[in-house]
């Protein structure tokens, strides 16, 4: 028996090494990412969401790796697909009626080359571990690209904020703690907030944290300003990404002004963007919720943004509440926006919310940007109709960066101990986000000057981790 466990071993090994064969010039890259891809899925299995965002990335990096001897045969790609740590915890409570609920707790901590774990949490009945991972793989390739220095996590429970009263919110954030306190901190793990993990979660999540471990310290991002948040990180995801599609405007002369935005979601995100697109021109004609999307014709602008919040915060997940309050208003039940003709389309929901049918849709409707604001919202096969068509499409982790970079920018400040002006905040964001842009042109830029900015973005982000973990050896 063990004569056969060895040989077996060994067959794997010669296998793998065959895989990884130094730089050549007949290296056979389709066969790579094949190989490579079986290799992940047989891992993975029933994991289709982290399956997604691997094969994203190995598609355009393995071909990038097979042009660079330093980078060949040190399974870099495999490592980074490969958690570092994965902690998964119960979560129990009691909620209002006294009786016992039961969720499941995630922290993954995926990569700490290049700093602290990073990345929210998200509180959503369809949290599971497949869901998790992809948005610590993407987060980490994200973080790189912010240029600042945060390694990337992600966590989360399979708990619905949904109907809940605050008191119970206040037990489930606090019974979620009670685990993950003894896995994070400032310079291990620094969680924010993500789906259904606002300022109000933020709060109860670091009085919970504070209490355990009698340490008043930047542990969390996204906190109220009160004690130790940030100016403008509320708005720093969706302004990041309308200052992204800015840039990409601009590389075909063009800009916000007189443009139709259609936006979806209705959450922070989608506030930020509808926000920012709107102050420089745009009209943004529709949001959406689980139950459809709302098209307003007269654009969603002034006390409707301001709207968006109070929505938000009913807690209702109803979209359609928008359109009993504002006449100009049409509901769409059950549909998404993307059959409704626009300039830019900026998907901000959620994962898998565009598919090949709405990106034919947007593109036949002539589409002209594709800025994506929710974390891998567009299916493969919806991203690669925007690429043949040579629509500009950026991919999340490049284009809603800025929100994670506006937390790396409150942990300065709490490092530093002071706080900066809105100004000063949004300055730096803006910066960060044309730096983002420039990145990706740089990889991502085609011989007839189209710029693939998934391309662009999977090599960036890679390049900077890849770098951090040759230099740190195999650990
Ligand atoms: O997807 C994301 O980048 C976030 N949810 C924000 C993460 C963070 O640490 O601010």
Known sequence: IIKISVAS?????KFV?????????????DQKIQEFMARIEAKNPNEPEFLQAVKEVAVTVIPFISTRKEYTGKKLLERMAEPERTIIFRVPWVDDKGEIQVNRGFRIQMNSAIGPYKGGIRFHPTVNLSVLKFLAFEQTFKNSLTTLPMGGGKGGADFDPQGKSDNEIMRFCQAFMTEMCKHIGPETDVPAGDIGVGAREIGYLFGQYKKIRNEFTGVLT???LAYGGSLIRPEATGYGVVYFAE???????????GKTVCVSGFGNVAWGVVKKATELGGKVVTISGPDGYIYDKD???????DYLLELRASGNNRAEDYAKKFPSAEFHAGKRPWEVKCDVAIPAATQNELHLEDA??????????VTEAANMPSSLDAINHFLGNKVLFSPGKASNAGGVATSGLEMTQNSIRLNW???EVDARLKEIMIGIHKACRDYGKEEDGYVNYVKGANIAGFVKVAEAMLAQGVV
């Open 360 to 369: 034919k849709n947007l593109v036949a409707n002539g589409v002209i940007c």
């Open 421 to 423: 002006s809105s100004e």
């Open 17 to 29: 090494d065959n895989i990884n064969q130094p730089f050549m010039e007949n290296y056979n890259v």
């Open 247 to 257: 840039q990409m405007l601009k590389t075909i002369g063009q800009d916000f002004k």
């Open 9 to 13: 071993f060994e067959k794997k090994i």
């Open 299 to 305: 654009g969603i602008s002034g006390e409707k943004i």
């Open 222 to 224: 996204g906190k109220g």
